[in-house]
């Protein structure tokens, strides 16, 4: 079985530039997820989709952040403007139900901001 | 809001020994799940524990959650070098808010 797959691996923008990473999840997996993870730190949900619709993104900076689920499947996250806290990998996870079910994670985007 | 603290921090075993790391959570829990995390790569389920006194093993690694469903342990056996990596846990809270809280994970080295 296929993993995520997340596309960039690494992208290194200046302050103030955009940004849009692009996640595929496990084919059949109905819940899609966006995490940030600071060095250092835990990976922290941004935004949950079931299918195509947002199930939960109340720690998504909507005034720079933007992600959407087209079709149910693969999904982007954009951020503009970035921030130089905004350095992180964004990591991108899917599973076949909303709890109950392991969350599979791809290899994430290490974004460096300038 | 979820709290969930693990410890140690970090850890360094010589390769062979036993250890532990545990995870404990400010609130009931409905499910622990455990993940590893290598630098630079996604993380990797473990297991997922969803009963209180629930015990899982996979080849040598042991997790555990406690009765009350607020304190997980993970235990390795006889610890190798491809053991090494960060351990995290995540905690799925009871009630109505079932996203994940993850914790700030262990840093395990394993000397050869």
């Known amino acids: 079985e296929a993993g995520v797959a997340q596309s960039p691996r690494y992208k290194i923008i200046e302050k103030r530039q955009s940004v849009a990473f692009w996640c595929n999840p496990i084919s059949g997996h109905a819940t899609l997820y966006w995490y940030q993870q600071i060095l250092g730190q835990g990976p922290k949900l941004l935004i949950q989709f079931q299918n195509n619709g947002v199930v939960d993104d109340s720690q998504l900076p909507k005034d720079r952040f933007s992600a959407e689920r087209l079709k149910g499947v693969d999904s982007t996250l954009k951020i503009q403007p970035a921030k130089l806290e905004d350095s992180a990998v964004y990591l991108c996870?899917?599973?076949?139900?909303?709890?109950?079910?392991?969350?599979?994670f791809g290899d994430g985007t290490r974004l460096s901001i300038l | 809001s979820q709290e969930l603290e693990q410890s140690p921090q970090s850890l360094i075993v010589q390769e062979g020994k036993n250890l532990t790391i545990n995870c404990t959570s400010s609130k009931t829990l409905y499910g622990l799940y455990w993940y590893k995390q290598k630098y630079g790569e996604g993380l990797i389920f473990l297991m997922m524990l969803q009963k209180g006194g629930e015990e899982k093993s996979h080849e040598k690694i042991t997790a555990k959650l406690d009765e009350k469903k607020q304190q997980s342990s993970l235990h390795i056996t006889a610890s190798q070098p491809s053991h090494a990596g960060i351990y995290l846990c995540g905690a799925e809270p009871s009630g109505s808010a079932r996203q994940l809280t993850f914790g700030s994970g262990t840093q395990l080295t394993v000397l050869p």
């Open positions: 996870a899917s599973s076949l139900a909303p709890y109950n079910q392991p969350q599979h």
